[in-house]
């Protein structure tokens, strides 16, 4: 009986060759790291010591090092898995809140959750921001938060001076430690509170006149970390 790999070798062709797929358990591994990963970034920066994020993920350095053997390459996963989580939670917030602002207002909550302030020196020096992955993930990331806020404008639940850069500058200055402060602890516990209270200014009717233009996507294109 003639196979598929007999009919390609006669033809002159090679067989292609299976590629393995990852086991489940290293599939698991890998995603316990980034999420060890994640919270250590959050907690002492990501200069983090690797043998720490391997404590914390509970595996072996060498099964770090296999996943992730250059740094840049675990800042560039957790970047890829914020961004991802970010873009779920907007969509789930968009489906399940009937009120507009109310899934704004969910989304902005949970998004100071991820704590993007306190992760956003991980951007700097040689981190490359316009990886295909990244640049595809951000896009996705982009039109849900989007979406979000046009929903509410177009409701009448959000004020029309308000763009999704307006929404981005405040959830990051807010999420990031203030100098001379650890990165969680009690900080933890005003995040909320002053958001919130940014969150009321940000409804219809206004109640004042903002002074410039209602800030872009675009106008924050050149510092992905509002500074």
Do not use: W
């Not at 989007?146 to 029309?160: I, K, S």
């Amino acid at each position: 009986m003639t196979t598929s790999a007999d009919a390609a070798e006669t033809a002159g062709t090679a067989p292609a060759r299976r590629v393995p797929r990852p086991r489940a358990d290293a599939l698991r591994n890998r995603e316990r790291i980034v999420t060890a990963a994640r919270e250590m970034f959050v907690e002492f920066g990501h200069q983090v010591p690797y043998d720490e994020v391997a404590r914390r993920a509970g595996v072996g350095n060498a099964t770090l090092y296999r996943n992730f053997p250059e740094r840049a390459e675990l800042v560039h996963e957790v970047v890829l898995s914020i961004m991802a989580r970010l873009t779920e939670l907007a969509e789930r917030s968009t489906q399940e809140e009937a009120d507009p602002f109310a899934a704004l207002r969910r989304f902005t909550h949970g998004a100071a959750d991820e704590r993007i302030g306190a992760l956003c020196p991980m951007l700097d020096g040689a981190f490359d921001r316009e990886h295909p992955d990244l640049i595809a993930e951000r896009q996705r990331l982009e039109e849900a938060v989007q979406r979000l806020v046009d929903h509410a404008q177009r409701a009448g639940r959000l004020r029309a001076d308000i763009g999704v850069g307006d929404l981005t500058v405040a959830i990051s200055q807010l999420t990031r430690p203030l100098p001379g402060t650890a990165c969680g602890g009690n900080f933890d516990q005003f995040v909320h509170r002053h958001l919130q209270l940014f969150l009321d200014g940000l409804e219809a009717p206004a109640r004042s006149e903002l002074p410039g233009k209602a800030a872009t996507l675009e106008d924050l294109r050149r510092d992905s970390c509002p500074s």
